[in-house]
C-alpha cells in the first residue's frame, strides 16, 4: 500500500546506524558494517573539486562527481536491506538519508515520501540542510550558475533505483550554491522526467581527450570575459544580497549624481565608494575621502572649503580644503550627520551652485565634485531630530543604497577570509593554512556586529598567533568565545562506538545514585523507559526497540506483559 507522508528523523532512527561505525586506530582503519571508511576534511574535497572544475570544466566535473556518488549509494542501499529487512518500506528507504546525515555529509529534512516496493510507485521531495557541497563550492568556486550538490544526487539516484529496483531519477530543483535560499530535491521515476535523456549522460564515463581543444577556447574566453570585468568589481562578495546592491550602485556610477550609502559601521562603504569612483568617467582624477567625525568642529569648515592665512588663529597659511583637492573628481564624506550646521549650510550651497569660498576669504571658487556621503544612522530621523538640515537632506538623499551588514550576506564569509588572510599573510611574511573547520563553522555562526572591520581585526589575531603552516583554530580568533549555536554532535565512547553528546549539565547529574536514593523499583523504571521511548516514536515498535538496543520481539513481549499494549500492531 502507498502512502505520502512527511516523516521526522529523530535521534533514536541512527542508533543501529551508529552501532555500525568502528575505530581499528592501531590497523589505520575505520569501518561502517563491512564497508571500510575515510575520514577526509570537506576542505580537501572542495580544493579536488576545484581542480577538477578548471581540468576538466563545470559539465564533465559534474558527470564525476555524480558517478562518485552513485557508487556510494549503491552500497549503502544493500546495507538498508541487510539492517532493516522487515521494516515497512518507507522506513528502510529512509536509511539512505539518515545515512547522509550521518557521514556528514548533508542535513536530511524529509517534505514528502511516497513509496512501494510491490507496485513500483515512488515519488520524493526532501530539503538539503549544510551540504557539504555547497560549502566547497562556496569556499573554493563562489556562487555557481546551477545545482552543486553531485555526488549528493548520484547518492540519491542509485540509492533509490536499487530500493526501488527501477530507475529512479532525483534532481536539485533550488539550490543555495546558485543563489537560492534552500536545497530542495525532487525524486520520481526517469520516464516522469522530460530531461530524462539529458540527464542520464552524466552517468556515461566519456574521455577527454578529444575535447582538449575545446576546453582551451573556453579558457581563453573565460580569460577575455575577465579582463572585461576588470573594474567593475565592488569588493568581496558574490551573495545574492551584496550582487543587488552592486548592480543598483553600478547603475548610477557613470553619472554624477550625488549618491548616499547607508549601513552600519564596519561594512564596506569607503570601498564601495572608491569603486563608484572608479567605474565613473572621473577614475582619472582624485578621490578624497574624510571622516566628518574625525574633525573637531571649530575646523571642519577649513577643513572641508579651505582656508586663508590669518583667518582664525593657529591659520599660519592659505590652504586648499578637500573640495578644492578633488575638483574634477569625487569626494566621499563619511558620517556626515556629524556636519556643523554651518559646515551643513556651506555644503548645501557648493552642491546647488557648485562654488565655494574658503573661511576668511570673499572670493568665489568654482568647483566640479561628485559627493558620496555615507552614515551609519538614519537621516531622516536626525532631520525629526533637528540635528540635521532637511534641504541637505533631500540633496543627497537622491539615490540611497542600504549596504547589507555581514550577517545578512554570511555566504560571502569564506570569500572574505581568504583576501584578508592573503594580505594578512604578507603584512606579517608568514603563511598559515587558513581557518579550521571548526573556527569556520563558529564564523559562521557569529553575529559579526562590526562587520567586515571586525572580521578584519580577528583575522589579524589569529594569524598573530598562529604559528606557519599551522591552521588558525578557534581560540586563536576570540579573546571570549562568542555566544552562538553549538549544533548536536556525537562522541565515540569506550568501545568505539558513537554516543550521544550531553551537556556538562547532564554529565554531571548521577541519575543512577538518585535512583537509588529513591528507593525506586527497577521495574518501575524499566516501565517508564519503555512507556518513553513508546511517546517518542509515536507508539511504533520497532523504533522503539531500537532505541532501547532491544529486538522488536523482545520488547513486544515486555509491552504486553505489563499491558502497554494487549495486541501488538506490526509497524
Not at 471 to 499: M, W, Y
Request: charged content about 25%; aromatic content about 8%; some cysteine.
Amino acid at each position: 500500500m502507498t502512502s505520502s507522508f512527511k516523516p521526522e528523523l529523530k535521534y533514536s532512527d541512527y542508533q543501529d546506524l551508529s552501532e555500525q561505525i568502528r575505530f581499528q586506530s592501531t590497523e589505520g582503519k575505520i569501518w561502517f558494517g563491512e564497508q571500510r571508511m575515510l575520514l577526509m576534511q570537506v576542505s580537501a574535497m572542495a580544493n579536488f573539486r576545484r581542480e577538477l572544475v578548471n581540468s576538466l570544466g563545470i559539465e564533465r566535473a559534474k558527470g564525476f562527481f555524480l558517478r562518485f556518488g552513485y557508487q556510494s549509494g549503491l552500497k549503502d542501499a544493500e546495507m538498508a536491506r541487510k539492517l532493516r529487512p522487515n521494516s515497512p518500506d518507507s522506513e528502510m528507504f529512509l536509511v539512505g538519508p539518515l545515512l547522509h546525515s550521518l557521514k556528514g555529509m548533508v542535513n536530511v529534512k524529509p517534505m514528502q515520501l511516497e513509496v512501494n516496493q510491490e507496485t513500483g510507485h515512488f515519488y520524493c521531495e526532501f530539503e538539503w540542510i549544510d551540504s557539504f557541497e555547497v560549502e566547497a563550492c562556496q569556499t573554493e568556486l563562489g556562487l555557481m550558475k546551477e545545482p552543486v550538490c553531485w555526488s549528493l544526487l548520484g547518492y540519491a539516484c542509485a540509492y533509490s533505483s536499487s530500493f526501488m529496483k527501477r530507475e529512479i531519477i532525483i534532481q536539485e530543483t533550488s539550490c543555495r550554491g546558485c543563489g537560492d535560499e534552500r536545497c530542495i530535491i525532487i525524486g520520481k521515476p526517469a520516464e516522469e522526467w522530460e530531461n530524462a535523456a539529458d540527464f542520464k549522460r552524466y552517468f556515461q564515463a566519456d574521455p577527454i581527450i578529444e575535447e582538449l581543444y575545446n576546453l582551451e577556447s573556453q579558457i581563453s574566453s573565460l580569460r577575455t570575459s575577465l579582463e572585461k570585468q576588470e573594474g567593475q568589481f565592488y569588493g568581496i562578495g558574490q551573495s545574492s544580497a551584496y550582487k543587488d546592491v552592486c548592480n543598483t550602485i553600478d547603475k548610477a556610477a557613470q553619472g554624477k549624481v550625488s549618491v548616499l550609502l547607508l549601513g552600519e559601521t564596519g561594512v564596506g562603504k569607503e570601498v564601495i565608494a572608491r569603486s563608484v569612483h572608479l567605474r565613473s568617467e572621473r577614475a582619472e582624477q582624485a578621490f578624497v575621502a574624510l571622516n566628518c567625525a574625525a574633525i573637531p568642529p571649530e575646523l571642519i569648515e577649513a577643513e572641508l572649503f579651505g582656508v586663508e592665512k590669518g583667518a582664525y588663529t593657529g591659520a599660519n597659511q592659505t590652504r586648499q580644503g578637500r573640495f578644492e583637492r578633488a575638483s574634477g573628481g569625487t569626494i566621499f564624506l563619511d558620517e556626515v550627520v556629524e556636519l556643523t550646521p554651518r559646515a551643513q549650510a556651506t555644503l548645501l550651497r557648493v552642491l546647488q551652485e557648485s562654488e565655494l569660498e574658503r573661511v576668511g576669504d570673499s572670493r568665489t571658487r568654482k568647483v566640479d565634485v561628485r559627493v558620496i556621503a555615507a552614515t551609519n544612522e538614519s537621516l531622516a530621523d536626525a532631520v525629526e531630530a533637528g540635528r540635521f538640515r532637511a534641504d541637505l537632506y533631500y540633496r543627497l538623499n537622491v539615490f540611497p543604497v542600504q549596504i547589507p551588514p555581514l550577517r545578512d550576506r554570511l555566504e560571502d564569509l569564506p570569500l572574505l577570509v581568504e583576501h584578508f588572510l592573503n594580505k594578512l599573510h604578507l603584512q606579517y611574511q608568514k603563511r598559515t593554512l587558513g581557518l579550521s573547520d571548526k573556527a569556520l563553522e563558529l564564523c559562521l555562526h557569529y553575529a559579526w556586529p562590526g562587520n567586515i572591520r571586525e572580521l578584519e581585526n580577528v583575522l589579524e589575531r589569529g594569524v598573530i598567533l598562529t604559528n606557519h603552516n599551522e591552521s588558525i583554530v578557534q581560540e586563536a580568533l576570540f579573546a571570549a568565545f562568542p555566544k552562538t549555536c553549538n549544533p548536536h554532535a556525537d562522541r565515540l565512547n569506550a568501545n568505539g562506538a558513537l554516543v550521544q553528546a550531553t551537556t556538562d549539565t547532564e554529565s554531571a547529574a548521577d541519575w543512577a545514585m538518585q535512583i537509588l536514593e529513591e528507593n525506586v523499583n527497577l521495574e518501575v523504571v524499566e516501565e517508564q523507559l519503555m512507556r518513553r521511548a513508546m511517546e517518542l516514536t509515536q507508539q511504533n515498535v520497532s523504533q522503539a526497540a531500537r532505541m532501547l538496543g532491544l529486538s522488536r520481539p523482545a520488547l513486544a513481549y515486555r509491552l504486553k506483559k505489563i499491558g502497554i499494549i494487549n495486541d501488538v500492531v506490526a509497524h
